[in-house]
């Protein structure tokens, strides 16, 4: 059975700060995918990454970084000089290979909230 | 077009009312998903169309119905509804098939039942 655990519920920062979410997974197939996503107040699901179980190299977009282990089960994102924008909840996710519609398993969230 | 549309936005609906959640793409994704969404919770699969049969019904109560017309098209119908049953209700697509290239989400419909 697959499963992720977002161990931080709430995390607060003060602008400008780093700040890691951390995401460790669980799953039985040698081929998996993981993604991060954002979902601010409005409510909508923004994607932000996904990553291939056998591409374990770590990804930066901008302020956003990915680090993927495959040795730890974790996929934690970092967020570089943090912006109130950047306030929402942060949900990881899994899904496994299969042939038809793969089954996308959320962790419980992280809620960031960054303080001017 | 890399959207995917969901109507209505908002939906009030008594318990004895019967409503649709209608969700619709147009990138040619054969995998259609319908998740529920409680505040403070991650969303939660419901149902999964692959090649426009239903393939996943993860114990979904009977009062929630999905239809897929088409292979852009997604439906769920609402019968006899429960206030518990208030929540985000969110659609997705994905490609579909072994290779997994991500999964897209509408903006939901929040729904409540009084």
């Known amino acids: 059975a697959q499963k992720v655990t977002q161990a931080q519920t709430e995390i607060s920062v003060v602008e400008k700060e780093d700040v890691t979410l951390d995401c460790v997974y669980e799953?039985?197939?040698?081929?998996?995918?993981l993604f991060w996503y954002k979902q601010p107040p409005s409510g909508e699901l923004v994607f932000l990454i996904r990553?291939?179980?056998?591409?374990?190299q770590n990804e930066i977009s901008g302020r956003y970084s990915w680090n993927f282990q495959k040795s730890t089960s974790s996929f934690n994102f970092t967020i570089t000089a943090s912006q109130v924008v950047d306030s929402a909840v942060y949900f990881c996710?899994?899904?496994?290979?299969?042939?038809?519609?793969?089954?996308?398993?959320f962790g419980q969230g992280t809620e960031l909230s960054v303080k001017p | 077009d890399t959207e995917v549309t969901q109507t209505p936005k908002h939906l009030v609906m008594g318990m004895t009312n019967k409503k649709s959640l209608k969700c619709e793409q147009h990138?040619?994704?054969?995998?259609m998903y319908w998740y529920k969404q409680k505040a403070k919770k991650p969303p939660e699969l419901m149902f999964v169309?692959?090649?426009?049969?239903?393939?996943i019904n993860e114990s979904v109560p009977s009062r929630f119905s999905p239809e897929c017309p088409n292979s852009s098209l997604l439906n769920l119908h609402l019968h006899a509804l429960q206030p518990e049953d208030s929540a985000l209700y969110l659609c997705?697509?994905?490609?579909?098939?072994?290779?997994?290239?991500?999964?897209?989400f509408g903006s939901g419909t929040r729904l409540t039942v009084v």
């Open positions: 990138m040619g994704h054969r995998a």
């Open positions: 799953t039985r197939d040698t081929t998996y995918y």
């Open positions: 996710a899994l899904s496994e290979d299969l042939n038809q519609g793969g089954k996308l398993i």
């Open positions: 990553r291939n179980s056998f591409d374990e």
């Open positions: 169309y692959s090649y426009e049969k239903l393939s």
């Open positions: 997705a697509s994905s490609q579909g098939g072994r290779v997994n290239y991500g999964y897209t």
